[in-house]
């Protein structure tokens, strides 16, 4: 931090404490009951005040702010009296402690109180000053301490804990027993990790062991902790380290209860995956004739082939011909592996894995459902997929995608001139983090209106779509990071292109374009 140079003025003090990031330390200390104020140790002005400061002058915050720190709390100390004239004699402690005083307050009463007064800023240098008083009665100082703390805790929102150093639970608000099903006695001494989530543990201590002792900022979280009745409860924390704090001495938790909303995400997801399987089958179901197809002949031959092996095998020659009949079946049978296996890889997708992919391996599995509607349409096939384009994604998801759009542009030309009966698949580097994926056309085209409404519920290319292919694909890819737009014209053909990230890292992904 550079030497601030002293300054008079009021605003030099209030760029002080901007330049210190003190307001979440305010934010907690103007909640507190007691009488808090920080002022500018170089010229001893007030720079911050709590509510109960104002209340206890019964002035606005304003109005005290700017004043000599001992205008406002004047006898601060036993048997003083000092004021603004008699320049700043508040001493700060280090570390805090709490000293004997009185006070006058507005009408006249004296008041027997304890403060404390520290320094607020670096290790170096500390120009800002906190001073907290409070009025003390016969009741011992620990159990005044629990009190204040108590009556802070309950006003919190959600749940709120202190927890100490080594991870023992010292205080808990009451609403703790609405979140977690224990009471205040259960809770306090528990130890903190033990509520962890096994899978937790050492991440969550990590988190805390990183904080710095001087260093107030949030660090928020989600993590799971067991409720009383053994259930885990999905949980949203945020955690300050207040372990130099006079009331506080630990780490100050606030925490609520997110289940219901995790339990409801994790629904949305599984029904959007359900979806996703159902569109599968639905792709399956339009390839039935082509795929019945394409198992009639290698079935057929493997019949042939067997028939002739059983006819040849009393002749002389009979063995030879029949171990070159026995190739021909097991090549027959692989060819119906492999479509088998295709349709088995496409529709009995368990659970989205994204990893880091080559593009060519994803087409291998859809491949052969290509091959065969094109062979079907006369259509010629394009694929331009470098070996080392690859993509963090999931397989069988990008594959309904690039599947999806491919089938679309097969439809698209099955009607034009057999010399434009064609359809190209290609990939290239795209932009920063991301690849770009191109399925094109040569087909019909699309108008203006029609591109602007293609990602639009139920929109198809199809005479006898469903509409949900394409808003399929859109979501599939706004899940993996990426987006998808399309390019097309009247008479000229379409082109579909999308985005996924090279990376596991998150990225931001804009709308789904569209231009004509």
């Known amino acids: 931090m550079k030497a601030i140079k002293p300054n008079n003025s009021i605003e030099a003090s209030r760029d002080l404490v901007r330049q210190l990031d003190c307001g979440d330390l305010l934010e907690i200390l103007d909640g507190s009951p007691d009488t808090v104020a920080m002022f500018d140790r170089r010229t001893g002005l007030v720079v911050w005040v709590s509510a109960a400061t104002a209340r206890l002058h019964d002035s606005r915050k304003d109005e005290l702010v700017g004043l000599h720190i001992e205008e406002i709390l004047p006898s601060i100390g036993e048997g003083q009296h000092t004021g603004s004239e008699h320049g700043t004699t508040v001493?700060?402690?280090?570390?805090?402690?709490?000293?004997?005083?009185?006070?006058?307050?507005?009408?006249?009463?004296i008041l027997a109180i304890e403060y404390c007064v520290v320094g607020i800023g670096h290790e170096d240098e500390k120009p800002l000053g906190l001073v907290r008083l409070r009025e003390v009665s016969d009741v011992p100082k620990s159990t005044k301490q629990e009190e204040r703390l108590r009556r802070f805790l309950n006003d919190s929102f959600g749940a709120?804990?202190?927890?100490?150093?080594?991870?023992?639970?010292?205080?808990?608000?009451?609403?703790?027993?609405?979140?977690?099903?224990?009471?205040?006695?259960?809770?306090?001494?528990?130890?903190?990790?033990?509520?962890?989530?096994?899978?937790?543990?050492?991440?969550?201590?990590?988190?805390?062991?990183?904080?710095?002792?001087?260093?107030?900022?949030?660090?928020?979280?989600?993590?799971?902790?067991?409720?009383?009745d053994g259930s885990y409860r999905h949980i949203e924390a945020s955690v300050r380290n207040l372990k130099m704090h006079p009331d506080v001495g630990g780490y100050l938790v606030s925490f609520r209860d997110v289940t219901e909303r995790v339990m409801a995400e994790m629904d949305a997801r599984q029904r959007r995956e359900e979806v996703h399987a159902l569109d599968r089958y639905r792709t399956m179901a339009e390839l039935g004739s082509s795929l019945a197809h394409e198992l009639n002949q290698p079935v057929a031959a493997i019949r042939n082939y067997a028939d002739g092996c059983l006819r040849n095998l009393d002749k002389p020659e009979g063995v030879e011909r029949s171990r070159w009949a026995l190739g021909q079946i097991a090549a027959e049978a692989e060819r119906v592996t492999r479509i088998m296996r295709a349709v088995h890889n496409f529709t009995a997708h368990k659970q989205v894995q994204h990893k880091l992919l080559p593009i060519k391996e994803i087409l291998e599995d859809i491949l052969p459902f290509l091959t065969l509607k094109a062979q079907q349409s006369d259509a010629v096939l394009n694929i331009d997929i470098g070996p080392n384009l690859k993509a963090w994604c999931d397989k069988t998801l990008i594959g309904q995608v690039i599947l999806n759009l491919a089938l679309n542009a097969i439809d698209a030309v099955n009607h034009a001139p057999l010399p434009d009966r064609e359809l190209t698949i290609s990939g290239t580097g795209g932009r920063a983090g991301f690849?770009?994926?191109?399925?094109?056309?040569?087909?019909?085209?699309?108008?203006?209106?029609?591109?602007?409404?293609?990602?639009?519920?139920?929109?198809?290319?199809?005479?006898?779509?469903?509409?949900?292919?394409?808003?399929?694909c859109r979501s599939i890819i706004a899940n993996?990071?990426?987006?998808?737009?399309?390019?097309?014209?009247?008479?000229?053909?379409?082109?579909?292109r999308f985005t996924l990230p090279?990376?596991?890292?998150?990225?931001?992904?804009?709308?789904?374009?569209?231009t004509a």
């Open 480 to 496: 993996h990071g990426g987006d998808i737009w399309v390019d097309s014209e009247l008479g000229k053909g379409t082109t579909f």
């Open 160 to 228: 709120t804990m202190i927890v100490s150093d080594d991870g023992i639970i010292r205080y808990v608000a009451p609403s703790i027993h609405n979140i977690l099903g224990y009471s205040e006695q259960e809770a306090c001494g528990m130890s903190i990790r033990k509520l962890h989530h096994p899978d937790h543990r050492k991440r969550n201590r990590a988190l805390v062991r990183n904080m710095p002792p001087d260093d107030s900022r949030l660090k928020s979280f989600e993590t799971l902790i067991r409720h009383a």
């Open 435 to 472: 690849i770009e994926i191109t399925v094109s056309d040569r087909g019909v085209g699309m108008s203006k209106d029609q591109v602007e409404s293609l990602f639009s519920s139920r929109a198809t290319t199809k005479e006898s779509g469903f509409g949900l292919g394409l808003m399929l």
């Open 91 to 109: 001493t700060v402690d280090s570390p805090a402690q709490y000293r004997p005083g009185k006070f006058k307050d507005r009408i006249g009463n």
């Open 502 to 514: 090279r990376t596991g890292q998150k990225h931001s992904s804009s709308s789904s374009k569209s």
